[in-house]
């Protein structure tokens, strides 16, 4: 049953896709003598990225939810390895946060100033995305040696 379920919203979900992104390519655009042409279904497809985000994100919570409490049931010293490392995330986003600049830009040809909390959040997830390669590559190197030595 399950996986009929799957395969029906997986179906829905392309059906909605190919439709809205034809709209977006086939649709027209608001003013063709506009310098910057935009198409009539923009906001359309944004809200679908925005929708096909969410959906991803609180499927991706629930989904970590659900296994750590089977975990936690069956294995608990590999709910504990999940809690530490969900632990580590977030500390590496918290320092990250907390050693960013924040210092204001101001965008070329628009003339706009960034805020500070825009800047520092941008800073932050960089620098995690350098950290997390960074332990991705350690672990990549070092994961085949640790086992070579035991």
Request: glycine share 6%.
């Amino acid at each position: 049953m399950l996986k009929n379920l799957s395969r029906i919203v997986l179906y829905v979900l392309c059906a909605i896709t190919i439709v809205i992104t034809l709209l977006f390519f086939l649709g027209g655009d608001v003013d063709p003598n506009a310098d910057y042409v935009e198409p009539v279904y923009t906001n359309a497809m944004i809200n679908l990225m925005y929708a096909c985000f969410f959906l991803t994100a609180l499927l991706a919570v629930v989904s970590a939810v659900w296994q750590f409490v089977i975990k936690l049931q069956s294995n608990k010293s590999s709910a504990i390895k999940t809690v530490v490392s969900i632990a580590l995330t977030v500390l590496v986003l918290v320092i990250g946060y907390f050693t960013s600049s924040g210092e204001s830009i101001t965008l070329l040809g628009s003339g706009e100033v960034v805020d500070e909390g825009t800047i520092r959040m941008v800073d932050m997830m960089i620098s995690t995305i350098y950290v997390m390669m960074g332990a991705g590559f350690l672990l990549m190197i070092l994961g085949p040696l640790a086992k070579k030595i035991k």
